[in-house]
């Protein structure tokens, strides 16, 4: 089930490979392709040194971004043991560089080295200053740990960044958001 996304969009429910999914799935997704516009590069990558997708370097970069996953997920999920122990220490792999660190069942990493935390924030680097605030409320509200902790397609439309300025064409409200320099070096 866990080609359900493209690898580099997969919740971590689809990571995680829950026994099922709802469409929390689909909101995680759209999260990640509306950065991947609004910044014309992966908000997630989740490859190894050989260029090959793996989960466990995905989870690495998404805990970079979301801090610790709940304890709650770590016990949704029937494969936790392929990535803890029986103590929730994450388990390392041959196939995985030394640079993915380890996750524990509190949600702690349990290995060197430390994960470098970083925001969506820090990383949107095209979105207009006036809009900035706004865009990353949206995707904070989309690229949540718990399913049930995003928010519905109905939240997100009710949401003021889709409500400011609707767009009456395709490209309208790209001029809105996107950064003056971005837009001028024809990226759009």
């Known amino acids: 089930?866990?080609?359900?996304?493209?690898?580099?969009?997969?919740?971590?429910e689809t990571l995680m490979q829950f026994e099922s999914y709802s469409s929390a799935v689909d909101i995680w997704n759209v999260g990640c392709v509306?950065?991947?516009?609004?910044?014309?590069e992966h908000l997630f990558d989740g490859r190894d040194e050989d260029g090959q997708h793996n989960n466990r370097v995905h989870m690495?970069?998404?805990?970079?971004?979301?801090?610790?996953?709940?304890?709650?997920?770590?016990?949704?999920?029937?494969?936790?043991?392929?990535?803890?122990?029986?103590?929730?220490?994450?388990?390392?792999?041959?196939?995985?560089?030394?640079?993915?660190?380890?996750?524990?069942?509190t949600g702690q990493w349990g290995a060197k080295p430390a994960i470098d935390h970083t925001s969506?924030?820090?990383?949107?680097?095209?979105v207009a200053l006036q809009k900035k605030t706004q865009v990353i409320q949206i995707l904070a509200n989309m690229l949540r740990w718990l399913p049930e902790k995003k928010a519905t397609a109905r939240e997100l439309l009710e949401h003021p960044w889709m409500?400011?300025?609707?767009?009456?064409?395709?490209?309208?409200?790209?001029?809105?958001?996107?950064?003056a320099e971005q837009w001028d070096i024809g990226l759009c």
């Open 1 to 12: 089930m866990g080609n359900i996304q493209p690898e580099v969009h997969r919740a971590p």
């Open 163 to 179: 409500q400011d300025d609707r767009p009456r064409s395709g490209f309208e409200k790209i001029e809105h958001f996107i950064s």
């Open 34 to 40: 509306l950065w991947d516009m609004l910044e014309v």
């Open 120 to 126: 969506l924030e820090d990383g949107m680097k095209n």
């Open 60 to 105: 690495h970069e998404i805990v970079s971004l979301l801090g610790n996953p709940p304890t709650e997920l770590l016990r949704r999920s029937p494969q936790t043991w392929r990535l803890f122990d029986e103590s929730g220490i994450y388990q390392p792999s041959q196939y995985v560089s030394c640079a993915v660190a380890n996750l524990d069942v």
